[in-house]
């Protein structure tokens, strides 16, 4: 079964969402009403080798001419020298205006594929096909787009929403277990967020899709795509609730900035994970949230295979990943804004949280480890 997710709002033109089973093989027949002329298909060495033969493939049946740019796998591609590298490869190709970049990869490519259409001649369509679930059922939908800096991640790029998302469950089978595990995270945190119901069925039958049971991927980035989509249509350029999809992020940013990025200690998914675990203890400690509702989101996340203790990730000094906290860049004014939770399914923005309970909660989060 193939499902059709729309996204529209105000300030963009409106598009969808496919997410089925064995869609990369249609890519063509979706891509050519979009493509008038070429194509190019932007990937990184590990999906190239997995799926580009068999997305260029589909496009030539279709009748569209599409020519593969591979960019090294992993976040270093998301730089400028990668950035000009792109581009400049696109106007060797003769792309115009009317050309169509193809995004095909995880979130590192879809950022960089995305950020290179935005810029190229002012603004080029590009199709969104994400082979990684963090990227299906998160950073594929709702047109951020952005390459990191030394002083920071994602601090240069451009909200440029894609033409056409497809999203093929069957090539998640080629992921490792820990990245689909990381991708189940961002899952999670959209039931956390906005859906106890979904949630629900997370820690139930759901649960199998963080051990790839294809049947309940496919509804888990269903559900998640609806969820972000009907976000991001209120408020795309983040004045207000798209925030909310910051859950756990903040923390868990804290976090990954303090193991160095590295994502053999910890994925961007298992920081996220970990994070919620936070947000979620750090509400009930406030008395914003009953304390069974943390204790629950722990042990849904828990089981699903990660982490939810800061010792599960490294060792930690409150006051730095406060510090960092209050830097992350949506801090405002100087004051800590988090995403915090009354319950499970119902995430709010909580401004001008005091640092000093947060670093508090931290200390005892670090000794009770
Ligand atoms: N990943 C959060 C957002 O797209 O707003």
């Known amino acids: 079964m193939t499902t059709t997710v729309p996204v529209s709002g105000g300030g963009f033109r409106p598009y969808e969402v496919v997410v089925g089973h064995g869609l990369l093989a249609e890519l063509g027949a979706r891509v050519a009403p979009l493509a008038q002329g070429r194509t190019v298909v932007i990937t990184d060495e590990t999906v190239g080798r997995l799926h580009g033969k068999a997305a260029l493939a589909?496009?030539?049946?279709?009748?569209?001419?599409?020519?593969?740019?591979t960019v090294p796998a992993g976040e270093a591609s998301k730089s400028f020298?990668?950035?000009?590298?792109?581009?400049?490869?696109?106007?060797?190709?003769?792309?115009?205006?009317?050309?169509?970049?193809v995004a095909l990869g995880g979130g590192v490519v879809g950022d960089l594929a995305g950020l290179a259409a935005?810029?190229?001649?002012?603004?080029?369509?590009?199709?969104?096909?994400?082979t990684t679930l963090l990227a299906q059922v998160d950073s594929s939908v709702g047109g951020k787009t952005a390459i990191d800096t030394p002083r920071g991640k994602n601090l240069v790029g451009a909200f440029h929403q894609p033409r056409l998302v497809v999203a093929d469950i069957e090539v998640l089978a080629t992921l490792p277990e820990r990245q689909l595990r990381s991708g189940w995270a961002e899952v999670l945190k959209h039931g956390l967020i906005c859906d106890s119901?979904?949630?629900?069925?997370?820690a139930g039958d759901g649960a199998?899709?963080?051990?790839?049971?294809?049947?309940?991927?496919?509804?888990?980035?269903?559900?998640?795509?609806?969820i972000k989509s009907a976000i991001v249509g209120e408020d795309e350029k983040e004045a207000g609730r798209r925030a909310l999809l910051n859950l756990g992020h903040t923390f868990g940013h804290a976090i990954e900035a303090e193991l160095g990025f590295d994502e053999a200690k910890l994925t961007h998914g298992e920081a996220v994970a970990l994070g919620c675990a936070l947000a979620f203890r750090f509400s009930a400690g406030q008395g914003l949230c009953p304390p069974g509702e943390a204790e629950r989101a722990e042990g849904v996340i828990a089981a699903a295979g990660l982490p939810t203790r800061l010792a599960q990730a490294g060792t930690f000094r409150s006051a730095a990943l406060v510090k960092r906290m209050a830097g992350d860049k949506k801090a405002e004014g100087g004051r800590m804004t988090l995403i915090l939770a009354?319950?499970?399914?119902?995430a709010f923005?909580?401004?001008e949280v005091d640092a000093a309970a947060v670093t508090a909660f931290l200390e005892r989060e670090i000794a009770a480890a």
Do not use: Y
């Open 58 to 69: 589909s496009l030539k049946a279709a009748g569209v001419h599409g020519r593969l740019l």
């Open 81 to 101: 020298s990668e950035l000009e590298r792109v581009i400049d490869r696109m106007l060797a190709f003769q792309l115009d205006r009317k050309d169509v970049v």
């Open 118 to 130: 935005a810029l190229f001649m002012r603004g080029i369509d590009f199709v969104q096909v994400p």
């Open 197 to 202: 119901g979904f949630f629900d069925w997370l």
């Open 208 to 226: 199998a899709g963080a051990k790839g049971d294809p049947g309940a991927l496919e509804r888990a980035v269903v559900r998640s795509v609806e």
């Open 342 to 346: 009354r319950r499970i399914g119902e």
């Open 349 to 351: 923005v909580a401004k």
